[in-house]
């Protein structure tokens, strides 16, 4: 399985948590050396972010091998330093190189197992290696650390369904089973992270994959999220998921009715997909 790119979670992200982490108690030589490391970092990566294409390559390039110059001296001098393996390996994954990136974050794992952002990133790199079944397993650990944080169930769904055939042939998953826990992890996203609207949307989606629908509840799901569109054309696609909804059931006047208020041009090749499935005449 080719990884999608929305499993994919930016270094940048995670460098915060793991300096937050170092302040939290007194700081030592170490911990104010990582923080500042961390800063710098943060710094370049935002600046080049900043300035797309138009940026000095060879003076960033510089400067970040001056961190990563700071990293191996921090390391080389505190072996047994799992934050700095976390963060460098962060770091490595952010410039692309994700093969040494994750050396570091294995290394961070064995001296720290407590750690969920370790665990949920090198699921992310299995799961980019097409080896899903492994991926799940430091996915799920890295829920178990940190049951708060949508992320990492929203990974978990996506990993789920992308990867659904891997699943099933490993003999360890059945599909009901395997779409159950995809739609709980979208749910627990979405309930987390209510105003994110790739976790909702997703959610949202999810209940076309069950085995036993739950039409109601799908439809409470688009309901919720044309509430809170940003614009007609939002607004028009959650309406369209309620009509293609509705036609499930059999609530064909119903589908019918809302089909006549999409009428952004951007949809009416949708639309009429869904006018296609309706009846001649409706039910009375």
């Not at 460098?15 to 104010?32: G, Q, T, V």
Request: net charge negative.
């Amino acid at each position: 399985m080719k990884a999608p790119a929305r499993l994919l979670l930016s270094g940048l992200l995670l460098l915060l948590p793991c300096a937050l982490r170092a302040e939290e108690k007194a700081e030592s030589l170490p911990d104010r050396t990582l923080r500042q490391l961390v800063e710098r970092q943060k710094e370049l990566l935002a600046e080049a972010a900043k300035h797309g294409n138009n940026f000095d390559e060879d003076s960033f390039k510089l400067q970040l091998q001056q961190v990563s110059q700071g990293y191996e001296v921090l390391l080389r001098e505190n072996p047994d330093y799992a934050a700095g393996y976390a963060a460098y390996g962060y770091l490595l994954w952010q410039v692309g190189m994700k093969r040494e990136a994750v050396a570091h974050l294995l290394k961070a794992n064995s001296l720290d197992p407590d750690q969920p952002l370790v665990k949920n990133q090198i699921g992310n790199f299995l799961a980019e290696e097409g080896r899903p079944v492994e991926a799940v397993a430091y996915f799920l650990a890295a829920i178990r650390l940190a049951p708060d944080e949508p992320l990492y169930h929203y990974q978990l769904g996506t990993l789920l369904h992308e990867a659904r055939d891997d699943f099933i042939k490993s003999g360890e998953w059945t599909p009901e089973g395997l779409t159950h826990m995809e739609h709980e992890a979208f749910g627990k996203a979405a309930a987390l992270a209510p105003d994110r609207i790739e976790f909702t949307y997703r959610y949202a989606e999810s209940f076309y994959d069950l085995t036993t629908p739950d039409w109601d509840g799908a439809l409470k799901a688009w309901s919720a999220l044309e509430e809170k569109a940003q614009s007609d054309v939002e607004r028009q696609t959650m309406r369209l998921h309620a009509a293609n909804v509705l036609i499930k059931q059999g609530k064909a006047d119903h589908a019918r009715v809302l089909l006549g208020t999409v009428t952004v041009p951007e949809l009416q090749a949708q639309k009429q997909k869904l006018i296609a499935q309706l009846p001649a005449t409706a039910e009375k």
